[in-house]
């Protein structure tokens, strides 16, 4: 079997990967020339931890080839993925589809034969219908059908997930029988493998698959400005959010994950999917408050961040150093897209602070984004060096091991604000360290 990938970024690229490892023969497109020359000197432009190994592995079988022609990936392939970014457009929060509907028209012009194309991306109720037409008014003649199956791996842990998945959703158009059974069909032997790991593949139509993307995805991010209010008020009565959140999470209803406190979400995917099903359910004239809350319970939580910092500094960041550990929005990735620490290191930088910084992965791809002072260290005792105040951003495992006695000889003043309570309080307090962490006493 061959299938094409348009787009050979974390999904593209990860998802390529496992397919190929399922043993069918993958063609990714990418059209960023620096990612696509990294990817055929067998580099890995984004860091994922196994990713090396699957690509390097694959490539070397001649089943996963990377490119940049579109046609040549497209002709003869049963199935054609995209996997482009959908950011959000700028102003109104809603995806941005330029990227989609480029790849619909470069498809489009490359079909020679029957081809499902799917849309791997996060978009919009609505988007593989468009797909459908703009393929259409491109080519008449194109023999295709349309699929959603939007993806729900998780940076840091994309192989497990796209190899164990809880599901597989598949969108069809089912307003059209005949045709939604021979794209299922295609699909079934393309997702084949993983009946081994007896993963469900849920098959609906199109606005359901699409939805359920944006439902997933908010519910998440609601679950976490939940337990970072729950945090706030553990805070303010002298409770424990983490003895809380296990309370909670031992219900099977609710479930242990996403009810760890910090400084609020960010990532490519919640910030801009929340604000994304905002929109769609504003066009539908259909009330989404939860979410719409949440986004804004999340942005008030970064913005709110940074106070807390120089509320552990007795007032005021002006003229003090602050480390920061970790960059990332989260750890096991490079990802600093919508990453807390932006805002985060902005507001601290204009307050008057001198930043300085690491993070194990993050750093090349965080300094355009953060403000241009920040000195970058090449580990976390050297950030500690002569700092006032030590903030934990990325809970990465290196930093949880930080011996506390050495953190306290390091600082000038031994403040630490541990915004994802990797430290013992116990421990650090011992050590002499002032400590502050979120929604512990
Ligand atoms: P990304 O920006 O890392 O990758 C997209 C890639 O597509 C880029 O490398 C870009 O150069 C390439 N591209 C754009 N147009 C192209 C074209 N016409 N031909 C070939 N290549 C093209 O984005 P990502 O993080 O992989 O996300 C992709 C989609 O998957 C988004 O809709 C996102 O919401 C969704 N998603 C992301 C994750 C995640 O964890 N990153 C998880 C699930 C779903």
Known sequence: MRIAMIGGGYVGLVSGACFAEFGINVSIVETNPARLSALRDGRIPIYEPGLDALVSSNSQAGRLTFGDDIAQAVTGAEAVFIAVGTPPRNGDGAADLQYVHAAARQIAEALTGYAVIVTKSTVPVGTSRRIAEIIRQTRPDADFDVASNPEFLREGNAIGDFMRPDRVIIGLDQRQPERASRAEQVLRQVYRPLSVVEAPLLFTGLETAELTKYASNSFLAMKISFINEMADL?????????????????DKRIGR?????????GGSCFPKDTLALSRIAQEAHSACRLVETTVQVNEARKA????RIAAACGGSVAGKT????????????????????IPILHRLAEAGATIRAYDPVGMAAAKPLLPQDVVYCTDALEVAEGADVLVVLTEWNMFRALSPAELAKRMRNGVIVDLRNIFDPAAMRAAGLTYESVGRP
């Not at 989260?330 to 919508?338: A, H, S, V």
Request: net charge negative.
């Open 234 to 250: 553990c805070e303010k009565l002298g409770a424990n959010v983490h003895d809380l959140a296990r309370g909670m999470g031992m």
């Open 304 to 307: 709110g961040m940074a106070g």
């Open 322 to 341: 602050v480390g920061v550990l970790g960059l990332t929005f989260k750890p096991e990735t490079d990802d600093m897209r919508e990453s807390a620490s």
């Open 257 to 265: 994950d996403f009810l760890q406190p910090g400084p609020g979400y």
